[in-house]
T-cell receptor, first 112, second 109 residues
Framework: DAEITQSPRHKITETGRQVTLACHQT?????MFWYRQDLGHGLRLIHY???????NKGEVSDGYSVSRSNTEDLPLTLESAASSQTSVYFC???????????FGEGSWLTVV | QKEVEQNSGPLSVPEGAIASLNCTYS??????FFWYRQYSGKSPELIMS????GDKEDGRFTAQLNKASQYVSLLIRDSQPSDSATYLC?????????FGTGTRLQVFP
């Protein structure tokens, strides 16, 4: 079955370190998204991509970057992790822009 | 004003009752509307999508859309304890989905 997988599922890192969260989907969806979810804020869009070599900033992109070298993968990099980036991160994908998106299982990141 | 607003709850209903979850949105040009369910510690999963005014039914779930009032709701009939979760409303903003903060539903036996 087609799916979307994230790794690692849980990670603890230190302030200032670079961290990369992986996202891989097998639906062959062009559109991929990264959200973070925090109490009181809900799901907030970090970055998104509509195809290979395309990346766009969402509402909370500062301190994060993505790259899209193929259809299947959209890794999220925290350049220099900060405690404010402790959160649950969800990768998602969709077939068409503005249409149903499907989520991965989430990556729990703690920055100490 | 938030783009998508939901009452955070918790909304508590007895087993077998109808649960009514509401959502308002600010962008009048939004065209697509979604309800997701999220269990604690899990990822959101799609329950229903609705694109035109009126009601859309799927099993025990009914989504209602009123674009003039910028209002979308989700009714859950015959609520079960297994329906206890957070329900997220999502609305398109041009080509992206914007989520509300969710309403926590508790169904007690």
């Amino acid at each position: 079955d087609a799916e979307i997988t994230q790794s690692p599922r849980h990670k603890i890192t230190e302030t200032g370190r670079q961290v990369t969260l992986a996202c891989h989907q097998t639906w062959n969806h062009n559109n991929m998204f990264w959200y973070r979810q925090d109490l009181g804020h809900g799901l907030r869009l970090i970055h998104y991509s509509y195809g290979v070599q395309d990346t766009n900033k969402g509402e909370v992109s500062d301190g994060y970057s993505v790259s899209r070298s193929n259809t299947e993968d959209l890794p999220l990099t925290l350049e220099s992790a900060a405690s404010s980036q402790t959160s649950v991160y969800f990768c998602a994908s969709s077939k068409d822009p503005g249409n149903t998106i499907y989520f991965g299982e989430g990556s729990w990141l703690t920055v100490v | 004003q938030k783009e998508v607003e939901q009452n955070s709850g918790p909304l508590s209903v007895p087993e077998g009752a109808i649960a009514s979850l509401n959502c308002t949105y600010s962008d009048r040009v939004s065209q697509s509307f979604f309800w997701y369910r999220q269990y604690s510690g899990k990822s959101p999963e799609l329950i229903m999508s609705i694109y035109s005014n009126g009601d859309k039914e799927d099993g025990r779930f009914t989504a209602q859309l009123n674009k003039a009032s910028q209002y979308v709701s989700l009714l859950i009939r015959d609520s079960q304890p297994s329906d206890s979760a957070t329900y997220l409303c999502a609305v398109t903003n041009t080509d992206k989905l914007i989520f509300g903060t969710g309403t926590r539903l508790q169904v007690f036996p």
